[in-house]
């Protein structure tokens, strides 16, 4: 902010302080007018005016709320008026800023949503302002305050544009908790609970509402933000020509996003996943917004791609705690991710500082808010700097807000906040003592509060000698609160005597004893105190005599005086342990590199009309297979890989999978959802991923579930293990899109349509829909001269370009009606469906499908779940093959795309297909299906060196994948893998070591998990309750049985078992 | 002598011919197969002769086919020329639902779960459907006997062996009894992903199912003892099943995944002396020394499968069955898949001897182990004279993809290899074929009624 917005923004809060009467709404005083005098120094204190800015022995002069000068004693000059404070001691800081404090704002969003103006969708509320809700509670600002914090940036927390936050003082009276600053922007999510991360689909209250996935929350952002743009648009179009023009419709949800979308207004994502991190940047790009991000803590599991958005990110500091190994029996179930995690996520800040990201720091997604400066010290122990620590809570949640001339450091002019430890601020035995919001000091620390936070710190026996020469043994335990008096009577029998009402703080504490336990009588009230080694007592019985006594160490016996209790230093509890990327257990440390390669020697299968080739050599270089052919000369620097024995074959293709699609896979909350995109979802850390590459797998067709008869836009990947998820979408590929037909989609209850008839109606309705959305957007670039530009409906753009044929359809599909009808409907719209999936009757229909020029991708024999599969029969892939139809086998299944040579082989089975021929059917056959076919899935010079090498056969379950390679890179070696296995059980071990203590053995595993503390209220039974409820049934059982839930949807469920019947 | 592949496939079958073999009247001779007998240390037999007799085996040997005394079989004999072909016993499917369930999707056709947590009274056989659809299609993958599970609740009821050819349930049933199921409660805490239930909360629960189990246990035993001292005690239909499971004459088969889970099943049940057979055990290998102490087996729930964690190995169900073999732990090898995928049995072996398991064992894992893990290992799962002639001729090496089983004896009788799936391709391999009429479907048909497609027969069935 320049210099002449703050004097003007200053004379603004100075017109309000002087003048308390100015506060248009305030009532009438009762009684005399408060002085409200703020003209303070702070004299002879230690002041970082900065984070990197050190003055001992310092003075601030603070006058109505802001800060005339800063500097040593010597330099700064105080004048009469102001009130003297000694600063002796007192470590002082900019006040802190909270970036990202999120409010309840469920009840707003839903009233907002019924107002004229709102958005249909209840998720989108911009409009709301979280100064709209009621003011954050005493409560808060006093537990934020004793955190050092003396602003915060609040924020609606409900929905997924979940409207506009505001920048609060957190001091009390009017004057001290006013907003300051022009807002603090807008908030939006992916869908998931700002809480805990966790999806939700809607109001959970209701009937499901859309989106259900994160794929859903990914196209709503897009389509709104599309909007936003579309109604500042018209309506400036509307404003020049009024006539002729339909005036606008109430519209304050988008209006509310004007600013945004041209990047004049913050915007903040929730991002709950690291990958969400990486979604956010992405739209930030495509739409130029002025983003940051609210992290997740996880940011380190991707720490390069995330620090490379050059966004501001705030960066919580919930760390996992360490999983419960009490017995080996339960560290079956614990990753190495898992612990890798524990050991790595307090070093999460430090590290994106190292990688050059700007962080601030917030107190949000922490389990109990009061754990942020045990969390703080971890981060410094974990590697933050305290001038780093200092930025993190000052200079850039300032920057990041806009009020770097406001917040942030302590100097001439800025706001008189300021934080006051005890010591040096991230010190172990430091504590925040007071914290000045706005000119005004407040006590952060609780009446009763300091300094009895810490247990009796001297324990054990003491020895105190009595008048009469006899002596009594103090035995003190702080733990359990007891003291007890031992004497020896003469006949060398021990007696021992109790003290109740016992109280022990730090240095000292009383109790009441019976006097004969200390040579008196009666009933002796005593109090305790600690002097050095010793312990002084002061007695004082009935009859008021006041007798003191010393105890000293037994030295014959060991003094086990208590440790002060400090935790451990984390770092030494946390060990250092290799980063890899994906995170999980299969990540590599570095991004693998293209290599230069011949494979000499091998059977190879060249999915072309060579067939095999015998004892032939294939050269890769630049990931091209540049030569196939037999003694080829070995390129300079090329890897000799000897293949005697092995059979080599295109990298196998899977025609129809939903691994790695973070999220649902189905968008199941409408009938037509072309604007999802399973491009937005892509998981490249998957494990499915890593498993399918060890079963040859080189190329995936990732599908949108069968909910909907028009489901979301698909993606093809290139299995790239290890490299960033950018790198995946295969280029090549033909955009296409899910269709489905049949039992699922007329599932869920109470939607259109609930026939097979209803699904040829709406399919036809929805293609004259996209034909009509056309022809008027020519229409406009025709003669569009000062008129309303058409909207862009990314719903209809989809449907448009498989009118196009830009876009191609795979259709779920079963019974041989339903493939007709979507034939017909096809060659009546003039366009060729790609590829029909699962086609279990395709077999019944195979020459309307080759003359029509669909391919068809199917299971090898997978039939019986369901009444359109009945007639499934595994001579079905042949059949339609004799037929012309190009053919696939696919998996739809994580564990089927494992073995999808098998699911060849099959062919051979069930058919007499050739062998290379069987093959044909999960490497260039799906190829061609999904557009790549010129790319990959055949062995030939030019071609993508997309491979796999086998044992031997691979049609034979006897053989093993033993390297796949994608694109001139290893990506899969049994070797390695079998070689890596023993370091990683090592890792594991010693990750576990680290955290096993015996002593917590006991105490942990009762500890509420953390899951317990928000105590599950009941709540009414709703829709998605009620299948959460039967999911979680499911799904216990599932794991009661070992079953990994990736495997629960079943092969042809496309993940529909989610669904509401 | 017959040519073995005259008879296969001939693609004439109708339903109709989809009857149960008739009992063996006449001896039938195979010679010059290579013989797979799943007898546990048992060489291969290249060239090998078997002779089949009144529904059972009754010469076994290499080289010149021979009598029972030596001489030569006799005259009467179907003589059989197998040359190229592998003989194996039949397979058995173990763990399975097939017969009790058609459809999933359908409710009508399921009848694997009865009401309720307890229901040892229930017994497979009972409700098979022998005309079910998936029966003839498990047959084509080698499948001669099933081991069917009922399913749910906390005893889930008693697993019967069933021959897969017959007119009845009663005629199916081989061993009506054969074990009572339970699913063992987990032992360790789902993850966050699996449940919005914490550790405590599920550890209760845990608690819970364990306190019912040992209350139904200790009640059937008071049972047992009330009943040996008064026969006039009221049934308890429930109990009753388990009298001979509760002193150990039959056993427990007990769904377990973990090592906590089959530790903790196996402990329970060795303190009450009964005999536990684990089925699923994933977890197995980390307590390998207990099933061998127990001398426990495992039935391995499915080779082809995901590992059980995103950090196991990415071949840990391939090599489960070798690492429990290779601590001395007696394997069975189910698909732990819908019973419609049972014809796959074998795929699933051939995955474990990819991954370490020697040949034979997996061979032996889903014959002779699944025999006798239900005390039919007097007459079913190897081949050895006096056993049942029970037996499959393969094109190739029973293990590969590729390999079709061409014939099939059960107790003696020949099956038919054929199923509702090789009727529909029969059916439609008509439609296109040339002595089919050349009917073609027809294309886009842009107004009225599809001009050229004759659907000449309705959907087979759309009852929902």
Known sequence: MPPAVNASFRALILSFLVAPSAFAQSPPVNGIRPSDVRWDAIEHATVYSSPEVRIDDATILMRDGWIDAVGPVAQVTIPAGATIHDGRGMFIY??????????????????????????????????????????????????????????????????????????LLLGETPAGTRTIGE??????????????????????????IYPNSLMGAVALLRQTMLDARWRADSTAVWKS???????????????????????KERVLFDATTESDALRAGGLAKEFGLNASILGSGNEFRNLNEIAALRLPIIVPLEFPSAPDLSSPRLSEGVSLADLKSWAVAPSNAARLLCAGASISLTTTRLKSRNEFPSRVREARDAGLSESQLIAALTTAPASLLGLSDTLGTIAPGRMANLTISNGPIFGDESRITKVWVAGREYDTTTPGDAPFESEFSRAGRFSIALSDGTQRILVIDPKKRTINFESTKADGSKQSTGATHVALDRWRGGFLVEGDALGLSGPVRCSLRIDGDRIQIESKSGNGLLVAFTATPVVDEVATAVEPVKPASNRALRPEVPVTFPFGDFGLASIPARETVIFRGATVWTSTDDGILLDSDVIVQDGIITQVGKDLAVPSNARVIDCAGRHLTPGLIDCHSHTGVDGSVNEWTEACTSEVRINDVIDATDVGWYRELAG??????????SANPIGGQNSVVKLKWGSPVAEWPAGAAKPGIKFALGENVVRPAGR?????????????????????????????????????PPRIDLELEALAEILEGKRVIHCHSYRQDEILMLIRLADEFGFRVATFQHVLEGYKVADAIAKHGAGASCFSDWWAYKMEVMDAIPWAGAMMQSQGVVVSFNSDSDELARHLNLEAAKAVKYGNLPPTRALEFVTINPAKQIGVGERTGSIAAGKDADLALWSGDPLSPLSLCEQTWVEGTKRFDRIEDLAVRDSREALRQQLITAIYKPKEAEKDPKKPVPEAADAPAPKPAGLRERMLASKDEIFLDLWRRGIDIRSASQAGDCGCSEIAR | MTNLLSIVMSGIFAQSTLVPAPSQTAPIVIEHATIHTAVRGAPVLQDGFIILDGGKIVALGEGEARAAGGGPPPLNAQRIDAKGTHLTPGFISTATTLGLIETGAVRATDDRTEHGAFHPEVSAWVAINPDSDLIPVARLGGVLLALVFPQGGSVSGEASLIRLSGWTTEELAVVPDAGTIIRWPATEPAPRWYTTKNAAEQEKERRLAMQAIDKFFDEAKEYSRARKADQLLPLDLRFERLLDVLDGTRPLFIEAASAGQIESAILWAVDRAMRPIIVGGQGAPAVSDLLVAQNVPVIVSGVLRLPRFAHDEYDAAYTLPARLAAKGVEVAIATGDESSNDRNLVHHAAMAVAYGLPREEALGAITRVPAELCGAGGQYGVVAIGKSATILLHDGDPLEVKTSVRRAWLDGREIELASHQTQLKSKYEKKYGPQGGGATTGGAVPAGPPAQSKPSHPPASTSR
């Not at chain 1, 704002?105 to 709102?118: D, I, P």
């Not at chain 1, 992916?190 to 109001?203: L, V």
């Not at chain 1, 023009?245 to 041209?262: E, G, K, Q, R, S």
């Open chain 1, 94 to 167: 900019a006040g802190f800023i909270e970036p990202a404090l999120l409010v309840d704002s469920a009840a707003l969003a839903r009233t907002a949503t019924s107002q004229v103006g709102a958005h249909w969708n209840p998720n989108v509320t911009p409009q709301i302002v979280v100064t709209d809700l009621p003011p954050i509670s005493t409560g808060l600002r006093q537990e934020l305050r004793a955190l050092g914090f003396a602003v915060a940036a609040a924020y609606p927390d409900s929905g997924i544009f979940r409207g506009r936050g505001a920048i």
């Open chain 1, 183 to 208: 807002g603090a922007g807008q908030f939006v999510s992916f869908g998931r609970r700002a809480s805990d991360g966790r999806p939700r689909g809607g109001d959970e209250e209701r009937a499901p």
């Open chain 1, 241 to 263: 020509h009024p006539v002729g023009n339909d005036p606008p419709v109430a519209a304050t949800a988008l209006d509310a996003l004007a600013l945004a979308i041209d990047g």
């Open chain 1, 696 to 705: 040859g797998v080189t190329c995936v067709n990732q599908l949108h579930g």
């Open chain 1, 752 to 788: 259109y349509p609930q026939t097979r008839m209803g699904v040829e109606a709406f399919l036809r309705d929805h293609f004259r829909s996209a034909q009509e959305y056309r022809r008027t957007q020519k229409d406009f670039a025709a003669n569009g001269d000062g008129r309303i």
